[in-house]
């Protein structure tokens, strides 16, 4: 089956690192993404990695991938305030379009 | 260049009527889908339409959902009948080569529909 499982909240001070976790299952994903819900609204593609690689960054951000685990996480260096947002993990499912799966989301609270 | 654009952002209905939603993807996209996000969840995959086509409608309820995406203007999710269920977020995407699993999707800022 199809599902995607992410922890609901994390909080963090403001200039530490963030560590969002995703698992997921259907092992023929192509590709896996991370998006940034801000509240009210629509979806912020954050970054992306073929399931073929370990790991990406770009900027703060650093997306790892355990294939084996079917583990995914997304680190955000040096948290900022304007970070504090909803971060969803989704997979697209292989089947000739890209049909996304998402997790339920992770809360990320950034305090001073 | 604009992007991915709903309306309403706000929508609300009472038990019984009809709700529309429209989407127009960016320019030069041809594929749209279409996601829910009820309160505190994720956002679940409701149909996937190509240009008069749709490809995909897996995740619609069986009754009451519709979708089409006219070879001119939006594309249109029409719920019918709506009850207090239907009441969430709603999103399109679109995205621009085949549709393929290598395609990026761009979001639009949903439409957030409330049925009293």
């Known amino acids: 089956g199809e599902d995607v499982e992410q922890s609901l909240f994390l909080s963090v001070r403001e200039g530490d690192s963030s560590v969002i976790n995703c698992t997921y299952t259907d092992s023929s994903s192509t590709y896996l993404y991370w998006y940034k819900q801000e509240p009210g609204a629509g979806l912020q593609l954050l970054t992306y990695i073929f399931s073929n690689m370990d790991m990406k960054q770009d900027q703060r951000l650093t997306v790892l991938l355990n294939k084996k685990d079917k583990h995914l996480s997304l680190r955000i260096a040096d948290t900022q305030t304007g970070d504090s947002a909803i971060y969803f993990c989704a997979e697209s499912i292989s089947g000739g379009y890209n049909k996304l799966i998402f997790g339920a989301g992770t809360r990320l609270a950034v305090h001073p | ?116």
């Open chain 2, 1 to 116: 260049n604009a992007g991915v654009m709903q309306n309403p952002r706000h929508l609300v209905r009472r038990r019984g009527q009809e709700a529309r939603l429209r989407c127009s993807p960016m320019k030069g996209h041809s594929h749209v889908y279409w996601y829910r996000q009820l309160p505190e969840e994720g956002l679940k995959f409701m149909v996937y339409l190509q240009k008069e086509n749709i490809i995909d409608e897996s995740g619609m309820p069986k009754e009451r959902f519709s979708a089409e995406f006219p070879k001119e203007g939006p594309s249109i999710l029409r719920i019918q009948q709506v009850v207090r269920g239907d009441s969430a977020a709603y999103f399109c995407a679109s995205s621009f080569r085949t549709g393929s699993s290598t395609d990026t999707q761009y979001f639009g800022p949903g439409t957030r529909l409330t049925v009293l």
